[in-house]
Nanobody
Framework: QVQLVESGGGLVQDGGSLRLSCAASGRSLSTYAMAWFRQAPGKEREFVAV????????YYADSVKGRFTISRDNAKNTMYLQMNSLKPEDAAVYFC????????????????WGQGTQVTVSS
């Protein structure tokens, strides 16, 4: 059974930084693309960023491009999201997911999901 566990969320001031982690257990996800999504209260879950299995390809939502960086360490079976210049509109529950198909992330069709970690940005 694969488990994804997010960590690193918390309260940060406007303009601050946080680094989220998504640790996988149960099997190696080195052949899976992995992605971050977020969901703010009253809104639908939205795509944030995705990274290919090798880490060589990344895509970002326009709203976070230039501020967030997705990365992964396959030896540690862990993915990261470095979030800089955080804004109040970035506040949400952040979820990580894994999929065999990179293109599936466009539709949020992930094989595995984590339980989420809360990010709060104070203005």
């Amino acid at each position: 059974q694969v488990q994804l566990v997010e960590s690193g969320g918390g309260l940060v001031q406007d303009g601050g930084s946080l680094r989220l982690s998504c640790a996988a257990s149960g099997r190696s996800l080195s052949t899976y693309a992995m992605a971050w999504f977020r969901q703010a209260p009253g809104k639908e879950r939205e795509f944030v960023a995705v990274i290919s299995s090798s880490g060589g390809t990344t895509y970002y939502a326009d709203s976070v491009k230039g501020r967030f960086t997705i990365s992964r360490d396959n030896a540690k079976n862990t993915m990261y999201l470095q979030m800089n210049s955080l804004k109040p509109e970035d506040a949400a529950v952040y979820f990580c997911g894994a999929t065999r198909s990179l293109s599936s992330t466009e539709y949020g069709l992930m094989d595995y999901w984590g339980q989420g970690t809360q990010v709060t940005v104070s203005s």
